[in-house]
């Protein structure tokens, strides 16, 4: 069953320093991957995602993510966190087999810069 | 990416009546989902609207409850039928772009 896991519900990192959101990621054929960030009270803003190619990929606002095969993972990162960085972040993944083009959607996690 | 607007922002509603939120594109998109979630929360998508074809219904969600028209490739609507307060969430509608969906601003909705 596909199915994708963000294991921490909120992460909280001091402005300026480096941040990681993780996820995890679980589907039978080859994985297409997203990330999306919703700021209080707005709709879900794409900000990256992993098709095919170039394990690094770059994204919206300084964001990257790094697709790992072998760990089934796509973790979001910023070298240097801004208090304008805290929101809610998703990340979901499609099977690329799959013809719906239906997203599995994680949790979220909670985004929490601190001045 | 297109440019996605949704109608009305956010609505309070009575117990047993019904709200159509619609969902406007920029641009001409085959598909169109809707979806709902609480805040805080995760999305659950509720159907699959395609134009020209009826829309496709995730379990738990039925055409009687939640009627989806989509009479043209840049307008959809969602009616939210005999609404309870368990129906009080936030409601997103999103289309598919060049392999990603893309997210209107949302309909936040309150039944009292």
């Known amino acids: 069953a596909q199915s994708v896991a963000q294991p921490e519900d909120q992460v909280n990192v001091a402005e300026g320093n480096p941040l990681t959101v993780k996820c995890t990621y679980s589907v039978s054929g080859n994985p297409y991957l997203f990330w999306y960030v919703q700021y209080p009270n707005r709709g879900l803003q794409f900000l990256l995602k992993?098709?095919?190619?170039d394990n690094l990929v770059k994204g919206s606002y300084g964001f990257e993510a790094e697709f790992n095969k072998s760990q089934t993972s796509f973790h979001l990162k910023k070298p240097s966190a801004l208090v304008s960085d805290s929101a809610l972040y998703f990340c979901a993944v499609r099977d690329g087999k799959d013809s719906n083009y239906q997203l599995i959607w994680g949790a979220g996690t909670k985004l929490i810069i601190k001045p | 990416s297109a440019v996605i607007s949704q109608k009305p922002s956010r609505d309070i509603c009575q117990r047993g009546t019904s709200l159509t939120i619609q969902c406007q594109v920029d641009?001409?998109?085959?598909?169109m989902f809707w979806y709902r979630q609480q805040p805080g929360q995760s999305l659950t998508l509720i159907a699959t609207?395609?134009?020209?074809?009826?829309?496709?219904?995730e379990s738990g969600f039925v055409i009687d409850k939640f009627p989806i028209s989509r009479p043209n490739l840049t307008f959809s609507t969602l009616t939210v039928s005999n609404m309870s307060p368990e129906d009080s969430s936030i409601y997103l509608c999103?289309?598919?772009?060049?392999?990603?969906?893309?997210f209107g601003p949302g309909t936040r909705l309150t039944v009292l």
């Open positions: 609207a395609n134009q020209g074809s009826e829309a496709t219904y």
């Open positions: 641009s001409q998109v085959t598909m």
């Open positions: 999103s289309v598919q772009d060049y392999l990603t969906q893309y």
């Open positions: 992993y098709i095919t190619g």
